[in-house]
Each structure stands twice: as structure tokens, then as C-alpha cells.
């Protein structure tokens, strides 16, 4: 086997919204701990109940099942909506995640092409789009506690995340892992989802108990670097816990203080330990209105307007797969 992963024991912080009004203090302390160290941390007590988010993940169960036919008539566009499978291509393995997504935005234009008919998934638009609201609800308040604690005001992050707004970018995905046989050797090459960060604000991932393989690798000091740790820790999903981490584009927006941190889904390798089945997630990337100006409190970097970020994101993964491509084909050479 190529590379063992090396693990450390790190326990990411349990943070509670319990009473939210008046321990918002409190809870800003905990999550800019959080924020400082791992970027990683549990959320608890946030008022979304287990039996809504199972109820999401059979919407994802419904859609994943239809023929891939039917999915390929929402194929995933460059406005960053739609149904891929297989095709996404990470910096850090050169190779195709085994999975498929299905992305959604609010806004009715840019889903005009993305959404099924109705009639041949009813009600899934309607209850995704209200999951959609409660994981809103939910990184509001944390997005505030975020802004108090780099000294913005309150409502500075929520402003330019308001999902009522045309040019909002927020994302719901849907994620399906396969399954995989634990008799058969699995190739060197078979990723679920490869090592990357994400490039948001900041994500809600919610996942279903026993169907591990989530995995963080912190260690990276400012938000354009692609440079790899290989001190993995693993997060187990539990019942009601939504997991969050912090992406780029808080990294930037706090002059590197909140951690961005690699995370991968990884490939199961030992069945006495690993979950083959197959796994569903549901991630929530909270993405700002396009227009807005992005810089930190220190302005350590330029400002840029929201899709200019991405832009610029799109362009270093892009560099850093060519480059990546490059080295695998010198390998091969030599
Ligand atoms: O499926 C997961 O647990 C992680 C997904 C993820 O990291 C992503 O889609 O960015
Ligand atoms: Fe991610």
C-alpha cells in the first residue's frame, strides 16, 4: 500500500446554540477558539431536529436513485448548480472523487435549468428549499458570532449572505459515495472525495451515523497555500451534530486567523474498521452575494468583490491540477 496515513487524537470542540441570546458571548469565545486552531467544530443544540435532517437525506436517497438519464438533464454547469458524477477532479490526487453530488441555489434563475420537473420527483424542490432556510437559520447565527469576534458588526457577514438577494451564491449539496465491496482490493487510485479545502465562508456538513470517513488535516498558515500536513484525525459523524468548517474565503476575510483546514473523505481500506456502504452527506456552503467587497480588519490582502474570489479560486485549483498533472507525467517518464 502506498502512504500510510499517519493520526492524531486531536477532539474537535462540541459547541452548543442552546439559549443563543444570551450566551452569545460565550458562544462567539468558543468559536473563535474553534476558528483559531482546527477551523473544524460541532455544532449542538442548533434547533434543527434529527428527524428534519433524516428527512433530507431521504430527499437525497429519492434523487440519487433515479436514473443517471434522468440526472444527466440537470447536468452541473459552471454557475455551480446541477448533478455531476464522477468528474470532480481534486489537486491533491489528480484523480475523479467516486461520488455524485447534486448541487441547489435559492435563486430561481440560475436553478431555471438545475431543478427536475416536478412530476418526476414531487415535493423535493419544496422540501429542499426549506432544509435550505433551517441550515440558513442556523449559519446566521454563527456567522454572527464570527463578525463579533474579528470586531465587525453583528450583522456584517449575514448582510452580504442574504439569500433573498438575486446574485446570492449559497449552495446545498447533496453527496453520494458508493459503496464498495470489502472482499475486493480497492485500486491505489479510487478516491471518495480528495483532500482539499473548501472555498465558502463557512460549510455545514451533515452526516448520517455509522457512515464514516470524514477526515481533517490541520496546518495550513495563510488561504492561497495548497501544501499538505500528514497528520490526519478522523471525525466521526454523530446523530444531530452538524460538523462546520471554515472555508477560504473567511480565512482571507480574517487576515488568515480563522483556519481553513484540508479535509478528505477517505477511501474505506479495512473492513474490520472502515464503512463500505455507501455514504450520503449534505453539505451547506454559505457563498456571499456577488457583488460584495471582501477584506480582513488588518486588510492584508486587496479587497475583491464576492465572485472575483471565486474566480481567483477556480484559477489556483486549475494551476495547481495542471501542475499536479505535470509531475504525475514526469513519473511516468522517469
Ligand atoms: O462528504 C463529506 O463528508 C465531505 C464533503 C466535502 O468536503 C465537500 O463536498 O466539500
Ligand atoms: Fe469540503
Request: charged share 25%; net charge negative; proline share 7%.
Amino acid at each position: 500500500m502506498a502512504n500510510e496515513t499517519r493520526y492524531s487524537n486531536r477532539t474537535i470542540p462540541k459547541i452548543s446554540l442552546h439559549n443563543f441570546g444570551t450566551r452569545i458571548d460565550a458562544i462567539t469565545a468558543e468559536l473563535v477558539a474553534a476558528a483559531e486552531t482546527d477551523g473544524f467544530f460541532a455544532v449542538v443544540d442548533h434547533g434543527i431536529a434529527w428527524p428534519e435532517i433524516s428527512a433530507q437525506f431521504a430527499q437525497a436517497e429519492r434523487f440519487f436513485a433515479l436514473p443517471d438519464a434522468v440526472k444527466a438533464t440537470v447536468p452541473f454547469t459552471r454557475q455551480n448548480v446541477g448533478w455531476e458524477k464522477a468528474a470532480q477532479v481534486r489537486p491533491s490526487t489528480g484523480q475523479p472523487d467516486q461520488k455524485e453530488s447534486y448541487q441547489m441555489q435559492y435563486g430561481p434563475v440560475v436553478m431555471r435549468e438545475a431543478w427536475l420537473p416536478e412530476e418526476t420527483i414531487p415535493g423535493f424542490r419544496e422540501a429542499s428549499l426549506a432544509f435550505m432556510r433551517k441550515a440558513q437559520a442556523v449559519s446566521e447565527k454563527l456567522m454572527m458570532c464570527l463578525a463579533r469576534g474579528l470586531g465587525f458588526d453583528d450583522d456584517y457577514f449575514v448582510r452580504v449572505h442574504d439569500v433573498t438577494d438575486p446574485d446570492i451564491q449559497t449552495v446545498l449539496r447533496l453527496l453520494h459515495y458508493f459503496p464498495l465491496d470489502p472482499e475486493a482490493p480497492v485500486p491505489e487510485t479510487y478516491y471518495r472525495a480528495g483532500a482539499h479545502a473548501d472555498w465558502d465562508l463557512l460549510t455545514l456538513l451533515f452526516q448520517r451515523p455509522g457512515e464514516s470517513g470524514l477526515e481533517i488535516c490541520p496546518g495550513r498558515d495563510v488561504f492561497t497555500e495548497f501544501g499538505l500536513g500528514d497528520m490526519w484525525t478522523k471525525v466521526e459523524p454523530v446523530e444531530g451534530e452538524i460538523i462546520c468548517n471554515i472555508g477560504d474565503l473567511l480565512m482571507s476575510w480574517s487576515d488568515d486567523r480563522f483556519k481553513s483546514t484540508f479535509h478528505r473523505v477517505r477511501t474505506p481500506r479495512d473492513p474490520t474498521v472502515d464503512f463500505f456502504g455507501p455514504r450520503y452527506s449534505m453539505a451547506y456552503f454559505n457563498q456571499p452575494i456577488k457583488s460584495c467587497q471582501i477584506q480582513g480588519p488588518l486588510k492584508k490582502y486587496p479587497v475583491v468583490s464576492g465572485s472575483e474570489f471565486i474566480q481567483a479560486a477556480i484559477k489556483r485549483n486549475y494551476a495547481a491540477l495542471e501542475a499536479r498533472k505535470a509531475r504525475d507525467q514526469k513519473l511516468e517518464i522517469a
